[in-house]
Structure formats: C-alpha cells, structure tokens
C-alpha cells in the first residue's frame, strides 16, 4: 500500500531529532509526576507538623500512602480501552488534569478522610499516565533508539521523585503547616503544566494509522523522520505499519482481554511479572519510607531527610548509563546483572540492622545508596519499556494497562505493609526483599527474551509465533473460503447454470519475513489457476 503524500513541514515545527527528543523530555514529564508524588510523602510523613495535625497510627499512615495505588490500579485496567478510543495524546491530557484535581484536594485538605479522597483521585491520574506514556513513547521511538529514550523516561521519574524528596527537605525550616501544603501543591504546579503541553505534541502515528487517520499518522511519520514527505524511510515505515495493521484486521482479530490472553498468554505473563518484580524486589521501602529507614539506622529527624536526599541524587544519577547500555548490552543482562546486586545490597542492610553497632548508620546508608543505584540502572526503567514492546498493536493498550495495574497492585501491597513489617519483623524485612531480588534474576534467565532492536511489528519472531500465528490465518482463510464455495454453490441461476464464485484479489497478508539486508512485509494472496485450484502468488511489489 502506497502512503498518503504528507503536508510539507512549517518552518516553525520541530521535526527529526529535534521533536523525537523533544516529545521524550515532554512525554517524561508524565513519569516526573508520579515519580514526584512517590518521594513526596516520604519526607512529610516525619515533620512535626504533619504528625501534630493527622496523629496517625502505623496502618491509617500506609494506607494514607498506599491508597494512591489503589486508584492507579482501577484507572490503569480502564486504560488500555480508554487508549485506544480517545488516542494516546488524550489519554495523557486527561490523566494530567484529574492528577491536578487530586493534588489540590491534597494542598487543601481538613483531615485524613480528606486527604484520603485527594491521595486516590490523584492516583486515578497516576493510573493513566503510568499507562500510556510508556506506549506513546514506545509508538513515536525508532527500533535503535527505543531502549534508550524509554530509560530517558525513567529518569523523568527518579528527577521527580529526587525533586520531592529535597523539597521536602527545604520545607521542614518551615514553622508552619505549609511545611507539608506547599510540597503536596507542587503537584497542581506540574500537573498543570502537563496537561496544557499534551495539546501540543503530535498524536502516536501508530494510533493514527490503526485508526485509519493515514494522513495524519504519515504527516507524524515524516516530521520524525526530518520533515520530508518523501523521505523513502518514512514512508516505508508507514508501508510496513500499515500492511501490519491490515493483517491483523484480515486475520479478524478480535481485540478483547479475552483473545490477548488466548493468543499471548507468555507475552501477558512477561509483563505482568516484570512489574511485579519491579516492586517485590523493594524499591517503594526506600522510596516511601527512606526517612523512616534512615531513622531506623540511628539518623534522626531533619538528617533523615537530608539522608534520603542525598541517597535520591545518586538514584538520579544510576539511571543515566542504562541511556547507553540497554541498546548495546540489551535488556537481559541489566535486569540480571542489577538483580544481583540489589539482592546483596538488601541483605547487608538487613545484617547491619540486626548486629547494630555504632557504625550501622553509615553503613545502612551505603547499601541503601548501592540498592537505590542498581535498581536505577536495571530493574526501574526496564519493567517500563519492556511490556509495551513484545504487546502487538492490536492488544498493546490493554496488554500495558494490565502490566501497569500489576505494578500498582504489587505497589500497594508493599506500601500497605511497610509500616507495619518495620514494627513486627524489623531487619528480617530487607532480606526478605533481597530474596526476591534473587527469584527475578532466575525468572529473568530462563524465560525473558532479548528485544534489543527488535521492530515492534517484528516482534512475533522474538517470540517464536510467526508460524503459528500464520497456521491459524491460514486456517480461518482457509474455513473463510470453503464457506463462501458452500453458499455459491447453493445459489442458482436459471436455468442449471450455478453461479461460480469470483476469487477474491485482496491482498491477503501471509508471513512477515526477514532477512539479513531487509525487513520487509512479504504479502501473498490467492489466485484461481486453469484448474481450478488456487495457489500463492508473491504480489509483493503490485503497488510499488
């Protein structure tokens, strides 16, 4: 299928490079704001202030910091439909602004239940913006630079948690209950921020064309790739989109839970575990407790935060060289090599704890700063990019919501139990996690594929399904034809003469092949021969 002539480029637009990178930076701002509400609560639940006004029990303060979860998880189910009517751009406007509505219940709340209210409701906005950010940026990103620009992403989380946790520490010199309002309406300010900004970029090109708005997503396609309409790279990019979504169209794939979980059932289980993971593995008992760790270790009150500020810069900084290394080492090796030392980080810590001796504190403070880096550079950016490169179009939205949801899930549960495994099993919770740091790295040898560039059309081979997929085509094409025999053969005109069926000419897709210079849709379709059978006949440049 020949693609659309695409509008010239403005002279005022970004386009190649310049609005990839643009639309990541933007795009990360979606994570910064999650990433921002995570570290928040961290420092505030320890200043006087906050105690004075909410006199909290251990369970009423995990499920204060908890409860956000539990609306990220409604909304990231709902999302993966909601991505696929409304578009990506839409479905980031609308998260921004209902995070925006949550934070200011927050900045202005009376009391627990109404700080309650506001936690879940921006926890809604979490949801969606958890949720399709990852796809957007998977969608608009080449297969060369995927890895890299979804790590990026990632570290629009961690500034954002690091922002929180320092402003947190300059907000504790103040004497007043502003000392907790003005970190929690730093969240209007960004969340506002975003929605406004989600009008401007460029709807996901992929969505464009699935939804056959050609046009538009060929127009996308050009901008990225230098603003020419004639670029022969793009628009054998949207050749290749296109035939692809054609295919799963002729193939009469429906697009239900239902069919993901029958035809991709490994895919699904990936995801979801990689996320799973991602949070048994302890991140969220240094990101919303780190204070309360540190003052556990023997570091008190303001020096806590001062702690958990200095453990979040070097946070930040671990998740730069996975930019560099995902696309070269691939994804495999980092989740393995950080699994490890994040489990020996965790297990010292625990150790240091238990033998409380007067160098603990700067101890305890090392291992955190080590886990914190490692988990950084592997196990933070990866379950994000993962999910969303080995779902196929058709399910992508719903499968990435349902990994997100797992995320969320998992991330209650460990923000719901913190507090309260702090009390009971005290030390014995750090190896706890340490062990499951260990059970990702064998999950992670045996069963995650490499899909370091990989394209997201040609992600069935990594998997191994392209024969079966096709079988099953095949088959249905197959039953598709022998039906429509059935009802001509049926029909009569006058006479004795029936009526015989004309062959249809569509193309039909058959199987994507590759090979070591190419990467291109080989399209098949049946013909009727002078007997009367019919037989493949490669019209692989009809509409060149």
Known sequence: MDPPAAAPPSSSRLVGNSLLYAISVFASLGVFLFGYDQGVMSGIITGPYFENYFQLGELQLGTMVAILEIGALITSLASGRIGDQIGRKMTLFWGALVFTLGGAIQTFTNGFYMMIVGRLISGFGVGLLSTIVPIYQSEISPPNHRGALACMEFTGNIFGYAVSVWTDYACSFLDSDLSWRFPLFMQCIIGGILAGGSLLIPESPRWLIDTDKDDEGMRVIADLHGGDPDNSVAREEFREIKERVMLERESGEARSYSVMWKKYKKRVLLAMS????????????????????????????RDAILMAGINAVIYLLSTVPTWFLVDRWGRR???????????????????????????????VVVCVIVFNAAFGYSWGPIPWLYPPEIMPLTVRAKGVSLSTATNWAFNFLVGEMTPFLQMTIKWRLYPLHGFFCTCS???????????????????DAVFGEEERIEEEEEMEEEELERA?????????????????????????????????????????????????????????????
């Open 333 to 363: 090796a980092i989740l393995m090599s950080g699994g490890s030392v994040m489990a020996v980080s965790l297990i010292l810590t625990g150790w240091w704890m238990y033998i409380d001796v007067p160098q603990t504190p700067n101890a």
């Open 484 to 544: 429509a025999l059935h009802r001509s053969s049926s029909r009569f005109g006058y006479g004795s003469f029936g009526v015989t069926p004309k062959p249809s000419t569509a193309s039909l897709p058959n199987l994507l092949r590759t090979n070591s210079s190419s990467n291109v849709f080989r399209w098949m379709r049946r013909t009727k021969s002078t007997q009367g059978n019919y037989q493949a006949v490669n019209t692989e440049d009809d509409d060149d």
């Open 274 to 301: 990689s996320q799973a993971f991602a949070q048994l593995n302890g991140i969220n008992v240094i990101s919303y407790y780190a204070p309360r760790v540190f003052e556990e270790a023997g570091w008190i009150g």
């Open 441 to 459: 790295f064998i999950l992670v040898y045996f069963l995650f594929p490499e899909t370091k560039g990989v394209p997201l059309e040609e992600m």
